[in-house]
């Protein structure tokens, strides 16, 4: 009989639904604590009804598994605090009968107890999304029994860079949550494509240094470049940079064409010089297109000249024709 109680009450303990009771108090105390229920109704002994109760009190109870959610470290201390509640109710009920009532009003005063001194420990300071291991950010989760980091992706999204063909490029491996004292930064490369495959990256430094800096970028430097926090050997983060480089001479072009887009307003007008009002910059604009009428006219009328000389036929000399033409 005792074999099958003790194997009713265990099955009820590791179910899958865990809590702080399960995690914290031993099992043989438990069948001590529930040994002498007795159901008023039916004035019966029921151990099984005294794990239910448990389980609602405890294991079930939000606001327990809530307060379980400390900084890493005070899980034991939160086995101090249950067992201060839970021990001595052991020590006093083993082996004796208490009606219901009795075990309702004391498991929950326990509970309650528990969740006050609970909820004073530290707790973590959270978890900044949306990428990496944050050892800092994990909480002890009373369903499993075990801390729970943050469940992040190592891979962060791609960042896309555009950068200036000759200029200088800088790429940063930071997060916005705290490292451990004994990082390895590992910097790679990955040529022409925009990716996250780590078959396709190079190693290019290895070392603590958390910055990478390009002094001038050249085409052979655009494709994504990785960056990789390590800590123990083992991965923290990997952030990524997808830089394109543009050609000096297009990037010029670009520049230009910008300008001029810029320069124009709705209708064809001008923007003013800066700091000037649009009646004084008109004075500029007609000398200009005065400057610019006047060339094209002198240009035409040169061309017109060419074109008249070159197509008049050469005059003969007079004197060489009467001489040819006097007779012997």
């Known amino acids: 009989m005792h074999i099958f109680l003790w194997l009713v009450c265990v099955s009820l303990l590791f179910c899958p639904s865990l809590s702080c009771y399960q995690c914290f108090v031993d099992v043989q105390d438990s069948l001590r604590l529930c040994w002498g229920h007795v159901l008023t109704q039916y004035n019966v002994r029921n151990v099984d009804a005294c794990f239910r109760k448990l389980d609602r009190i405890f294991n079930t109870n939000e606001r327990v598994i809530e307060a379980g ?19 001595p109710m052991v020590k006093e009920f083993n082996q004796k009968l208490n009606n219901d009532t009795v075990y309702e009003r004391r498991l929950q005063t326990a509970a309650d107890n528990f969740i ?8 973590v300071s959270g ?8 050892s800092a950010g ?22 896309e860079m555009k950068v ?14 705290a490292l451990p004292n004994d990082i390895e930064v ?17 190693e290019v430094t290895v070392g603590v240094d958390r910055l990478y800096s390009i002094p ?9 470049y990785q960056c990789e926090i390590y800590s123990n050997h083992l991965s923290i983060v990997r ?24 320069s124009l307003l709705p209708g064809g007008q001008l923007l003013p010089a800066p700091g000037g009002s649009p009646h004084s910059f008109l004075p500029l604009l007609q000398f200009h297109l005065i400057a610019c009428l006047t060339s094209l006219l002198l240009l035409l009328l040169l061309s017109l000249g060419a074109l008249y000389w070159s197509s008049v036929p050469e005059l003969r000399n007079p004197d060489d024709e009467e001489t040819y033409n006097v007779p012997y």
Request: aromatic share 12%; net charge negative.
């Open 69 to 87: 959610r400390v900084d890493k470290g005070f899980d034991q201390k939160l086995k101090e605090i249950l067992d201060a509640e839970i021990l």
């Open 116 to 123: 006050a001194a609970a909820s004073k420990l530290p707790r």
């Open 127 to 134: 978890c900044f999304p949306p990428c990496g291991f944050q």
């Open 138 to 159: 994990a909480e002890y989760n009373c369903v499993t029994c075990h801390y729970d980091s943050c469940q992040f992706p190592l891979d962060c999204q791609v960042e």
């Open 164 to 177: 200036v063909e000759n200029s200088r490029s800088t790429m940063r491996c930071d997060v916005p949550f």
């Open 186 to 202: 590992i910097w790679r490369f990955a040529e022409e494509v925009k990716t996250q495959q780590k078959e396709e990256f190079k």
């Open 216 to 224: 001038s970028v050249n085409l052979q430097h655009q494709g994504t």
């Open 239 to 262: 952030l990524y940079y997808y830089i394109t480089v543009t050609p000096q001479v297009v990037a010029g072009h670009t520049e230009l064409q910008e300008i001029f887009d810029l």
